[in-house]
């Protein structure tokens, strides 16, 4: 081999860089400068490998020696070395880590020092190379790791880290030692190749010079994994003791003395064979072409034969050296001639096999496509090819229509052929001949080609991922598949492991039937017996058809092979011969249809086996039995299989007994004596056994090896024994390996599925789902309760939050850095695989799990009532046990999501920036995208926004799209549709159905655009809505409700899927969407609606379920009035006003996916057929919604996308309901039991309004009699209307009318409500029975103490008057204040006041609507959310305006004589126009509006406290009398700016009221008085007086709390006490004037 294969060493690097770089976030180093060497601070301290370091290896620097040291006390410092004396304050960094470790960088991290949160510092790093002649450098860094670079390989590093303050000050070092990693060997030559030897060579390693080290070389065979190992000190070695024949790997790494290991380098070469190597050695190494073309082994055979025979002749008679070099060039020559004969008899076969395989590629127009292959993308583009059956004029069309049929699924796709072959000339009798209708002639039309061969020439076509597309598509339709594919223009074969990967079996093996097991797996990794049938030359019985009648019951016939008899495979093949074809039978465990009762391979060969050995080798190798098909054998052809030695398989010979000649019959009996056959190895069909009886005999021999059989292979296991026989296998290539790795260090960690989520996965989890929960919350309000409204969405905010910072908080998982790693490469081949690889094996992951799961819930099950525990738990575990790709691109998506919420964006989602871009790239290269979470039930909006904005830059701006969705209920074949109708690849197996809703785009190809008008067509699969799982909670049916009402106006297309013909079940889905639709502001679509019915194969469903379909829209049309009706948008509403929906053509009849009993049952053509149909039909529709709307691109679908994910949050009522009459049932009975609980409240706050006023009378002093005598009166009182409402509401249920009976299940519900509003009614007439005999028991308490309080405040005046007079010099006008002061204080301090606590009425009121309008739309519950301050909603004149009406909208447009007659009678009739209902609608609501201010006046003109019934009262009033304006068409928008208008003027003259009327009861802490006023600022001085204080201020601020309690006006509305105790500056106006003073001081007490 050349050394073409050997990695260039740049390449090497720049892997290993950017594997770095994406596995770690790192530090890059800043302000690097050099430092002197009498800066140095490790001189001295020698570096000594630490042991423990050594022990546990991390990462590249596993062989690196490294030591960790504060540099302390035992370390002296030069105090001259260092920038600054580090005091002891400074605490040193922590332990240095080495974090990894490259040619040319090391990443350092160490511990934060301790005690120096908050103190503003940095740490200063110096480092040192070991040689002498490089100088030390310095950085900085500002956290505490970094990354230094620009280091020299292989040398010994030391670095020095210190924490450093802002002013320079230094802590106490601590270092550490590495060596960096030695450069790798320059590329690896190929000297020589001997038959057991290599030589190899390689350059120097760059920059090491002058450092010792050695070369470690590793080699093993290509099949084997077992390496060995051996060292070179120089550039140069040779590997010897190979083995001939066999491909080597060899890889070599620069080895230092302390065992520090460079990259490795790699290349591979071919040892060459003892033949070979002789040719070699005579010269004539050009004479044998082992590259490309290889002659057959029969030409070597010959060759090989004729060289012997001379060279033993000739060493039989030589005596002499001179002899012995005469019989050498003799031999050469012979062999020379030998050769050049072999290589003239193989070389125009060869030749001529190129030739076919180009011409043949050439008529069917993939020449171009044999170098760059087809890919996936290219077959499921949507064309105008893809929607027409045009007919296949020449063959060139041939692959389109056969890949478009296969990729439907349909079984006829092997059955094409060109038109114009069908069609023959019409003759008339003259030009008859018949002479040429018996000719044989053979047909050499180019445009008729053999099956075999088309399907040949498009895998070698096809890139891996079509090819594995195209195996998957034909084991449905149950057909063979290619297991060895020949390439003739090499003479080689490929083992086509990688593209049976995908295929995934169920079956029943018979040892399983009576415990009704299932075993699921992979096809390639499911051990079997495999009987493979060859042909040895030419045969009179058709193999193939033979092999068909096998495999399949009568019954049930299906032609598994191609034979000679289906259309087109008369054709001579041209290039498929040397084809294997591999099929299963597979039983499904019923004695009466299974034809093996254990699973069987069935291999067949293609061509005559004697021109395909390498293809017969293998097969003898990997098949339990040969059976061989032939009609006579000539006896070369016996001897050849006869010396045929080491075949593990029986073999068997097969023929019609037709030449019964001595010869013949001798060759069969020496043949079966050579191969030691019995008489059961030979089966002859006689021209009197018919087919069934010699398939009969041919099934009972293949039971009789199935029993007997020790030998059971796997196709995983072939790829052993196709190394060996130099046969390639189609995952060998680097690409698939890398990703096959990658995959594999990330599944083989998982062990048990729901821990490694919590672990690996932990942002998606329980953290999310409650910021799902929350979210909602934020947008419903459901647990606010009485709780002010701004409080409790800034609480919710506040959790959100801390949520997000707790997902920030965990680093990037192991697996997630793996992840995004492989998928991050630039090779977009390897990142197809690397998905690909992680699906199979997340595939096999969750098959083990829950194939052990369901056997342990089986077991369980057996003994419910003794293991419901254990089986509820199993029951979580199942659910909980799934883990797909989606997990992973949901992490992604949370990790995007937590850093856009990052107080620090940019700096923290720098690391993740480039998610989106990923994102985008898969969207293209067609893998689904998660779009609503099912586990969570959210959308990730900032990820998906993101990942689509994007996409829409990578396609230029080129993104129209439409949208298809599909709906219905789990398990009914939603993915399958897609899958088949679209060729994309849904989720559909592993035992996990789609959780959530996943997004696909499949471009529109440049044929269609023009009519579509679109760039892409975005496919929606949603999760199985009523799935079981989510039955048995609460809310289920809001689940389901809002995932199909997101979708659904997502969609110009809505496929509703249906098992069967009942529809019932998406029925009360689909009218909850409309009544979503109803109540949201504006849908934008007005979605295309299609029923696709499946498992209905009856030709005449259409016709007889015409009735079904019209009962169907009926009842689509009443539920879409009953919504109509709760929502008031008119009672003439219909289900197509909501959405296109046509019985007639909009209704499809699917027959069932298998035709027959699986796993042996193709798909049905009825079932593809019709998928296609459909198909085409959708396409015409989607057309038509571009005439309607034009499709908008993918930036304006994501605003949708958000305002109707955030509609649909809001959204607090209708989701919670089965259907809408449920609903309109439920709302009819919630406004009925809302009248008669205001008729309970009202009766009994009468009843508490006359109980106020006897205790207000009250004159007796023994209050606990009269106490016991309210409540046994309250409780007689509660009793009767407690009897009242129970009897309403038991009258209610036996009314017939207003679908009273679906509602039955919340009828209990109904009656605990009635007991708990007793209860509270209760609890509140007690309590405020209680509060008003307290507060009269206190009044005379406070009359008690307000004389006393008086007395001693006049007391005190007095008493100060008498000191002031008493006084001999007049005192000044600061001393008097002083003094006033002074005595005011220590008096008031004296007193004990209580602050009571003020009602929150906005709050109040704002709950109390809330309530009252939460039956109303998402729009609704959004505005009031929004209402922050009531106030703001009052306006002093209450205008209607156009959005307060509903929008009338037509769906048909009216004929022109419509239309000039309903104008004429518009005018006749003077009927208002919109302007008219506005001016009627601002007049009503005006009425409403005084008639409340009349309400509010009322309420506000008496003593009475504020309490809740106002407000329940005033909307009360508003409901009564909007219930009598229905004819003016208003919308819920109009009732609640109605209600937000009245609310907003009945709020004001309340804000004084709640706090004139606290209740004693009511504890909190005493409200702050506000400073007095200065003296200076009291008004009305008049000149010569002295103010000493402001009585008013006083005795209204802090005696408030105490006297609302005993006046019956609130302290608001006090007389103003403009009074001020005074003191002339003269003694004699004192003298003069006493009792005036005295007068003011009592007047002010008494105001008090």
Known sequence: ???????????????????????????????????????????????????????????????????????????????????????????????????????????????????????????????????????????????????????????????????????????????????????????????????????????????????????????????????????????????????????????????????????PVSTSACTKT?????????????????????????????????????????????????????????????????????????????????????????????????????????VVHIGTGSITDEPILSAESLPHSFLKTLMMVN?????????????????????????????????????????????????????????????????????????????CSTSQCTLMLWAMRDIVKKFRPRSLADSKGFVEDSIVSTAMPMISFVRLGDCSLSKSQILNQVLSNPQQYHDVFIHRNMECANVPRKISNGLVEIGWYLPCGKKNLDIFPEPVAVANLRGDLLSFQKQFSILCQTSSAVFIFLDSIAESECNLLSSAGNIKAQLFLVGLVLNKTKKNIKSLKDLASKLKLNESQILFKKQQTNDAEFVSKLRLTMNKIMENCQHKMTIEGMSAEAHELGISVDEDCTECQNAKRNAAEITSRITDVVRYKEDQLPLQGKLWKELTKIEKEQCRLRKAGDQPIEKYKNKLQEEIQKLRQQQMSYDLSEAMQCFISAIFTESKQERSYFLKWMRMNLDVKARKKLSGLREEYKEKNCKLSENKDIIAALDRQISNSS???????????????????????????????????????????????????????????????????????????????????????????????????????????????????????????????????????????????????LTQLEDSYEHDNELATLVV??????????????????????????????????????????????????????????????????????????????????????????????????????????????PMAPVNTGYSETVYEFKKRLIEVLKNCNKQKPPAPVTEFLEWVGSLWKVVKYENFIFSFRNSLVAEAYSNLCVEFNNWEWDFRKDMYTWLANAETRISNLCSSNYDDFMGSLTAEASSELAKQENKIQEKLANYYKKKNGNVHL????????????????????????????????????????????????????????????????????????????????????????????????????????????????????????????????TDCEQTLFLATEKHFHSQKVNKKPGLWSMWSKNWLKMLSGKPERKELENKATEMANEIIQICQQFVSQQTSGKADYHDNYIRELLQIIDKELENVETLKTNSQFELDLKLHICGYAFPPRRSAARAFPTILRPS?????????????????????????????????????????????????????????????????????????LLFVATGLALA
């Open 1 to 263: 081999m050349s050394s073409e294969k050997s990695v260039p060493r740049e390449a090497e690097l720049q892997v290993e860089m950017k594997k770095t770089q994406v596995s770690q976030i790192v530090h890059f180093t800043e302000n690097t400068r050099l430092v002197s060497s009498s800066e140095r601070t490790l001189d001295a301290t020698p570096i000594v490998p630490n042991p423990q370091d050594q022990d546990k290896p991390q990462g590249p620097a596993d062989t690196s020696s490294v030591i960790s040291t504060p540099l302390d006390s035992t370390v002296p410092e030069d105090p001259t070395n260092s920038p600054s004396t580090a005091p002891a304050s400074v605490s040193p960094p922590g332990e240095i880590k080495i974090d990894s470790v490259d040619i040319d960088s090391v990443c350092l991290s160490w511990g934060r020092p301790g005690n120096m949160d908050g103190i503003p510092h940095s740490f200063y790093i110096i480092y040192a190379s070991s040689d002498e002649s490089d100088q030390d450098m310095t950085t900085t860094a500002p956290s505490n790791f970094t990354v230094i670079s620009e280091l020299r390989p292989g040398r010994e590093y030391s670095f020095t880290v210190t924490t450093e303050l802002e002013n320079g000050i230094q802590s106490t070092p601590v270092s550490a030692a590495v060596c960096t990693k030695p450069s790798p060997p320059g590329q690896i030559k190929i000297e020589s190749v001997g038959s057991d030897s290599v030589s190899l060579s390689w350059a120097t390693p760059l920059g090491i010079d002058g450092i010792p080290h050695s070369f470690k070389i590793t080699f093993c065979r290509s099949d084997e994994s077992d390496q060995d190992t051996t060292t070179a000190v120089s550039n140069s070695t040779v590997i010897s003791k190979l083995r001939p024949g066999r491909e080597y790997s060899f890889t070599v790494t620069t080895v230092l003395e302390n065992g520090t290991q460079s990259t």
């Open 274 to 378: 003892q033949l070979e190597d002789v040719l070699c050695k005579l010269g004539l190494k050009n004479c044998f072409p082992r590259e490309p073309q290889r002659p057959p082994p029969c030409a070597i055979g010959v060759a090989v034969f004729l060289a012997t025979v001379a060279i033993i002749v000739k060493l039989q008679t030589g005596d002499n050296q001179r002899e012995s070099e005469s019989i050498f060039l003799h031999a050469t020559f012979v062999i020379g001639v030998a050769l050049a004969i072999a290589a003239i008899i193989v070389q125009k076969p060869l030749n001529l096999q190129n030739e076919t395989l180009q011409k043949g590629l050439c008529n069917l127009d993939l020449e171009q496509n044999f170098k760059n292959k087809l890919a996936l993308s290219d």
């Open 1303 to 1430: 509602v039955e299940k919340h009828r209990e519900s109904f009656v605990n409500s009635i007991k708990s509003l007793r209860r509270e009614i209760e609890n509140s007439v007690k309590n405020k029975c209680e509060t008003d005999i307290a507060i009269h028991k206190e009044k005379k308490k406070i009359n008690t103490i307000r004389e006393k309080y008086r007395a001693t405040i006049e007391q005190k005046v007095l008493c100060l008057l008498d000191e002031c007079k008493k006084r001999k010099s007049p005192l000044s006008e600061e001393q008097l204040e002083k003094e006033f002061e002074t005595m005011w204080n220590q008096t008031v301090s004296g007193l004990k006041f209580q602050g009571l606590k003020t009602l929150d009425i906005v709050s109040d009121i704002l709950n109390k609507l809330r309530i009252n309008l939460e039956r109303h739309g998402s729009q609704v519950q959004k505005k009031l959310s929004e209402v922050k301050q009531l």
């Open 1049 to 1158: 106006g997502l969609s110009d297309v809505t496929i509703i899927n249906i098992a069967m013909e009942n529809s019932t079940e998406m029925k009360d889905i689909l009218q909850i969407v409309v009544h979503a639709f109803l109540r949201m502001k504006e849908v934008g679509k007005k979605p295309n609606c299609h029923f696709v019915h499946q498992n209905v194969g009856d030709v005449s469903a259409h016709d007889k379920n015409m009735r079904d379909r019209k009962m169907l829209l009926e009842q689509l049309n009443e539920m879409t009035q009953a919504a109509s009706r709760m929502e008031k948008k008119g009672p003439n509403r219909k289900f197509t006003d909501i959405m296109e929906y046509d019985a007639e053509n909009n209704n499809w009849y699917i027959p069932g996916l298998w035709h027959g009993s699986p």
């Open 411 to 487: 079984v006829k796709a092997r059955s094409i052929r060109c038109s114009a072959a069908k069609s023959e000339t019409d003759t008339t009798l003259t030009d008859f001949d018949i002479s040429d209708i018996m000719a044989d002639n053979v047909n050499d039309d180019d445009n008729v080609i053999n099956p075999l061969d088309l399907i040949t020439a498009l895998f070698l076509c096809a890139d891996n991922f079509l090819q594995q597309e195209m195996m998957s598509k034909m084991s449905m339709c149950q057909f063979a598949v290619p297991l060895l594919l020949p390439d």
């Open 883 to 1029: 883990l797909g790709i989606e997990h992973f691109m949901r992490e992604m998506g949370q990790l995007y999501e937590a850093a856009c919420y990052h107080t620090d964006y940019k700096k923290y989602c720098k690391q993740f920036e480039h998610l989106p871009s990923l994102g985008a790239d898969l969207l293209l290269d067609g893998f689904p995208l998660e779009l609503v979470d099912g586990d969570a039930s959210n959308i990730p909006v900032r990820w998906v926004t993101s990942v689509l904005t994007k996409l829409h830059e990578k396609v230029q701006h080129k993104s129209r799209v439409l949208v298809v969705t599909v709906l219905g209920v789990q398990s009914t074949g939603k993915s399958t549709l897609l899958n088949t109708m679209f060729g994309v690849q849904f989720a559909v197996s592993s035992g996990r159905c789609t959780r959530g809703a996943f997004m696909l785009l499949i471009r529109v190809k440049e044929d269609l655009k023009e009519e579509l008008n679109c760039d892409f067509i975005l496919v929606i699969d949603t999760e199985g809505l009523k799935s079981p799982e």
């Open 1565 to 1637: 802490l005493p409200p702050t008085p506000a400073p007095p006023r200065p003296l200076s600022a009291l008004p009305c001085r008049p000149p010569g007086v002295t103010y000493l204080t402001s009585l008013p201020h006083v005795l209204t601020s802090p005696l408030c709390g105490v006297m609302s309690s005993i006046v019956s006006e609130p302290p608001g509305r006090l007389p103003s006490l403009d009074f001020y105790v005074v003191l002339a500056p003269h003694p004699t106006y004192v003298v003069q004037s006493p009792t005036t003073t």
